[in-house]
């Protein structure tokens, strides 16, 4: 619950909040029904002794003392029966809280494991990615989508409120949600910005995260494809201008032919 908390992920955290409480309410059922036997029990024990003692002090012979002695064996006995009982039942419920909080356990830390990892391969990769929930609100962000677009945390999250479709540079906002929704798979598309009045060309990719057939987040990645854009850009120019040269060459080559047939034709008049 603190875990997702300090990630801003108020979802998951109220998720095992929920479960924390559950167990705690569990607990205390279970503490509470204990101390209900217990005060039956001894309720039980104080009305016997008493009416154990009234004919104790009513027998006066061998034959009553001794079926006297007799109830208050078997009356300890079933005593000693309830809280064996008591004891028993304690020691199961126990052990199955105990298995079930450490199942728990081990499932929060496998996942603690693994939200460190992604966590260390998100903040470290050189694209940028950003989670959003199912309204469109940007819930987190790596620091390389901070560095692409010269930006601050607050500036995200404080003044632009976080919402994906007022930041996204897609004509559609609604489209891209459409469609992760209702296909289930990635949208991709490439987009132009102007930062410090140079022009970058981003590619995004909006996906669906899924638990259980269930589209819980949306994880964006944004790469910087200036370069390749540039080098395209530059192939073209160089395809155009091989092509020109191209037209020019066969164009020489056509009056080279032209000159070479006036040339042939003047030597058949010379001759």
């Given at each position: 619950?603190?875990?997702y908390?300090?990630?801003?992920?108020?979802?998951?955290?109220?998720?095992?909040h929920?479960?924390?409480?559950?167990?705690?309410?569990?607990?205390?059922?279970?503490?509470s029904?204990?101390?209900?036997?217990?005060?039956e029990?001894?309720?039980?024990?104080?009305?016997?002794?008493?009416?154990?003692?009234?004919e104790?002090?009513?027998?006066?012979?061998?034959?009553?003392?001794?079926?006297?002695?007799?109830?208050?064996t078997l009356?300890?006995?079933?005593?000693?029966?309830?809280?064996?009982?008591?004891?028993?039942?304690?020691?199961?419920?126990?052990?199955?809280?105990?298995?079930?909080?450490?199942k728990q356990?081990?499932?929060i830390?496998?996942?603690?494991?693994?939200?460190k990892?992604?966590?260390?391969?998100?903040?470290?990769?050189?694209?940028?990615?950003?989670?959003?929930?199912?309204?469109?609100?940007?819930?987190w962000?790596?620091?390389?989508?901070?560095?692409l677009?010269?930006?601050?945390h607050?500036?995200?999250?404080?003044q632009?409120?976080a919402?994906f479709?007022k930041?996204?540079?897609?004509?559609?906002?609604e489209e891209?949600?459409?469609?992760c929704?209702?296909?289930?798979?990635?949208?991709?598309?490439?987009?132009?910005?102007?930062?410090?009045?140079?022009?970058?060309?981003?590619?995004?990719?909006?996906?669906?995260?899924?638990?259980?057939?269930?589209?819980?987040?949306?994880?964006?990645?944004e790469?910087?494809?200036?370069?390749?854009?540039?080098?395209?850009h530059?192939?073209?120019?160089?395809?155009?201008?091989?092509e020109?040269?191209?037209?020019?060459?066969?164009?020489?080559n056509?009056e080279l032919?032209?000159?070479k047939?006036?040339?042939?034709?003047?030597?058949?008049?010379?001759?």
């Open positions: 619950y603190k875990l908390k300090e990630q801003n992920s108020l979802s998951e955290a109220l998720k095992y929920e479960e924390f409480q559950k167990y705690s309410d569990s607990i205390l059922n279970i503490n029904y204990i101390i209900f036997e217990k005060f029990v001894e309720r039980k024990y104080k009305t016997e002794s008493d009416r154990i003692n009234q104790l002090n009513l027998m006066h012979s061998t034959g009553k003392k001794l079926k006297i002695l007799l109830l208050s009356f300890a006995f079933f005593v000693l029966l309830i809280f064996v009982s008591i004891y028993i039942k304690k020691s199961k419920i126990a052990a199955r809280q105990k298995n079930m909080i450490e356990k081990q499932i830390l496998k996942q603690y494991e693994r939200f990892l992604l966590s260390m391969v998100a903040s470290h990769t050189n694209n940028s990615i950003f989670i959003m929930d199912m309204a469109g609100k940007i819930v962000v790596n620091n390389s989508l901070l560095k677009y010269n930006t601050t607050y500036e995200i999250f404080e632009a409120q919402d479709k930041l996204t540079r897609y004509s559609d906002p891209i949600f459409k469609s929704i209702e296909e289930q798979k990635p949208f991709k598309y490439i987009s132009e910005l102007f930062i410090d009045g140079k022009k970058l060309w981003i590619h995004t990719e909006i996906s669906p995260i899924i638990e259980s057939d269930v589209i819980i987040n949306f994880i964006g990645i790469t910087d494809i200036t370069s390749i854009k540039n080098a395209e530059e192939i073209d120019k160089q395809k155009k201008d091989i020109y040269k191209s037209k020019l060459l066969e164009i020489y056509n032919k032209q000159q047939e006036a040339i042939v034709a003047q030597n058949e008049e010379l001759k």
